[in-house]
């Protein structure tokens, strides 16, 4: 964790050293309503299934370079960690199937693109379409025999989102940030060959406080 959150303020600040135009930066506060998708890292056995959302706090950097007056670049990063319990369908478990009791979650985002925003007074409203990468863990613990056994996934790809939301600014440089953003992956394909991989519905609200250069 500590790892992906140096990286990402590494190159948060790298991207705004870029230009000598207008910069801001951004660091605060996010929660993520996760689709955690169980049924994929279960191989979609039987009616076992998770109660289909995680709520994960973590944090959400970004920096923004000005292009032309409404037009910005964004290099965004966010991590987002939690848990959630599981809870079992009626469906037919197959005998020996070993039942989870909770998940638990880190999910990473590194995402780049475009932001149109305007200047009302105090006020900057914007909205952004971004691309770029998903990472997500998942532990998830199992009940055999009386004992907790751990089974851990990992997965890493293609994501988009958009979004937006508003600056307002405090004092001087300082502004305060509320935004909203659609994140869209697809990790985790079924364990077993021929199963589809839907579109995980994630949705990040962050806050904190901007630095206008």
Sequence with gaps: MR???RLAIF???FVASLSAQTTNL???YSILSNDLHITKILGEIGDVTSNGRGSLNGWNISGEI????WIGAVADFAGSYGSDPIALG???VPPGTRLPTRINTRFYSY???PRLSVEVRKIRPFAEVLVGAASQSLDLDFVNAGLTIRDSEHDTHLATAFGGGFDYRVIGPLE???EADYV?????KGVQPGFSTPVQHNVRLSTGIVIRF
């Excluded at 869209?184 to 985790?188: I, N, V, Y």
């Design 176 to 178: 305060w940030r509320v």
């Design 184 to 188: 869209a992956s697809r990790l985790f």
């Design 90 to 92: 009626s469906g037919i």
């Design 3 to 5: 790892r992906c959150f």
């Design 26 to 28: 951004y660091g605060g």
């Design 111 to 113: 995402l780049f693109g």
């Design 66 to 69: 000005k292009v032309i007056r």
């Design 11 to 13: 190159l948060v600040l």
